[in-house]
């Protein structure tokens, strides 16, 4: 195997801190937006035949 076992752990930290980077980024966007999104969503189900 051409990489060392400490090479994949840091691989899998890195994908890690990748995963919650993104999951903070989506509660913030749903935090800052959540009301607006709501409303949007209500107005569609409402106009839904």
Do not use: C
Request: net charge negative; hydrophobic share 60%.
């Amino acid at each position: 195997m051409i990489f060392a076992p400490e090479e994949e752990g840091q691989g899998l930290v890195e994908y890690a801190l990748i995963i919650l980077l993104i999951a903070i980024v989506i509660i913030a966007i749903l935090t800052l937006m959540g009301e607006q999104l709501s409303s949007a969503y209500s107005r569609f189900v409402e106009a839904w035949p």
